[in-house]
């Protein structure tokens, strides 16, 4: 096929489509269509890959001859060989879901899709035939986790069995036509040495967080979508004490934890009849029950926050979660709004001595220009101070401009703060070098 760039419709912001491989991919749906209509695919359960590979290839083989007699050799190999994945895996986004440097496949629609590499968005040549395509293969991925999606559940959030997440929203809902987010999770998780080498933390504010998780000091890790909370959490487990009993409770499961005793939980949506339902709440008040150590929310969203915060007043410490927030002291903020929505109506002061009480850290990541991740705060609550809650930066960083590549530039800071959790990380027989809380500044280079 000679390629040639032209405008394809519809499209409302006039992208520019590669004509010929819009071709190729709608003549790859019309030899899917006449595949499964020339398979039984019923009796292909059974049949080992390999197998079911040259089986697949050599009927499409015969359907290609038919259909486009005049295909060009590499076309036709091409075709052959995605035939499989557009039968039984994820059509033109297969390649994607296999490369370990893609950590997000974002389809916004048949001709536009985007993957994140290195924190980077990149348009890539992936397309889709049409939106029925579009459909089809996102149909397959949420009927693989026992879930729907059509006119009437036009939306799905889900796990893969990779431990991939999905999010699907199709009309009427969106207006454009199917949409699908997918964020990937590397093979081995990021560990703190990973962490460090590429600046996300510095050593010191490792050293200090690990030391106050082995003290059973409690804190929260804030930041906006992608910013590597989830990472960071997961990575600072690895200090836990091996002999404790961990449970963990998320809303779609994503940590991995290198820990020799954990208990995995995840929530539950209703099912088409608006029944079944298993709140995170729910969950976190069940774990108190199963004797755990400390309790890990993946991410802290609604009412399950008052349990949370009960659970480390009452012999938990040491717990962990996340939260979304602009910085630590907006973490506070809206861990206070979720509190609210337990339904009690606590009183402010009481809510805010519970927070108080509960959680001594706060650790704040951003995610800045050109992608980069860097643990922006860290800060201590300290008390209570005319009627809010009071606190103190101990580390931060400070983006200070961007590089010719556009990558933001910036340094660490240990502002000169001594925290007040020292005297418990003493009472733990753990003693951080006194230079380590110098008031300084790192400058750091991506």
């Known amino acids: 096929m000679q390629s040639r760039t032209v405008m394809v419709e519809p499209s409302d912001d006039h992208e520019l489509v590669d004509e010929s491989e819009l071709r190729f991919q709608k003549l790859k749906v019309l030899v899917h269509e006449r595949l499964v209509d020339a398979l039984d695919l019923s009796m292909l359960a059974h049949i080992p890959q390999a197998e079911l590979e040259t089986e697949v290839r050599a009927v499409g083989a015969e359907v290609v001859a038919e259909e486009a007699p005049n295909i060009s050799a590499e076309d036709r190999t091409r075709l ?58 996102i149909q397959r991925i949420v009927s693989r986790v026992g879930r729907r999606i059509d006119e009437v559940s036009p939306m799905v959030d889900a796990r893969l069995p990779d431990g991939s997440r999905i999010n699907a929203v199709v009309p009427p809902l969106a207006l454009d036509g199917p949409t699908l987010s997918i964020r990937r999770f590397g093979k081995r998780p990021l560990q703190v040495e990973d962490l460090i080498d590429s600046h996300s933390i510095h050593a010191d504010m490792v050293e200090f967080l690990a030391a106050a998780i082995e003290a059973r000091v409690s804190f929260l890790i804030s930041g906006g979508t992608g910013a590597g909370k989830t990472t960071l959490m997961n990575a600072l487990t690895q200090f836990i004490p091996g002999d404790e009993r961990l449970i963990t409770v998320e809303d779609s499961a994503e940590l991995r934890l290198l820990h020799r005793h954990v208990i995995r939980m995840e929530t539950r949506p209703a099912n088409t009849e608006g029944t079944g339902e298993v709140s995170q709440r729910s969950l976190v008040r069940n774990s108190l029950r199963m004797r755990p150590d400390r309790i890990i929310i993946g991410e802290v969203r609604g009412a399950e926050a008052l349990d949370m915060l009960q659970a480390m007043n009452t012999g938990h410490e040491g717990s962990l979660t996340t939260i979304h927030a602009n910085d630590t002291r907006d973490a506070l903020a809206r861990l206070e709004l979720m509190v609210a929505m337990a339904g009690f109506e606590l009183p402010i002061p009481v809510v805010r001595q519970y927070i108080a009480s509960g959680i001594a850290l706060v650790v704040h990541l951003s995610r800045l220009k050109g992608g980069v991740r860097r643990v922006m705060r860290i800060s201590e609550i300290t008390g209570l101070r005319d009627g809010g809650l009071h606190m103190e930066d101990i580390f931060g960083f400070e983006q200070t401009g961007v590089d010719d590549t556009g990558i933001a530039q910036g340094e660490f800071f240990v502002t000169g703060y001594r925290p007040m959790c020292l005297s418990r990380l003493r009472a733990a027989g753990i003693r951080l070098p006194d230079e380590m809380f110098d008031k300084r500044h790192i400058p750091v280079r991506s």
């Open 80 to 137: 052959l060989d995605e035939l499989y994945d557009e039968v039984f895996g994820l059509g033109p986004i297969e390649a994607l879901m296999k490369d370990d440097h893609i950590s997000d496949v974002l389809v916004n629609h048949p001709h536009e899709v985007y993957v994140e590499q290195q924190g980077r968005l990149e348009r890539s040549d992936v397309i889709f035939a049409d939106n029925d395509h579009l459909m089809r293969i």
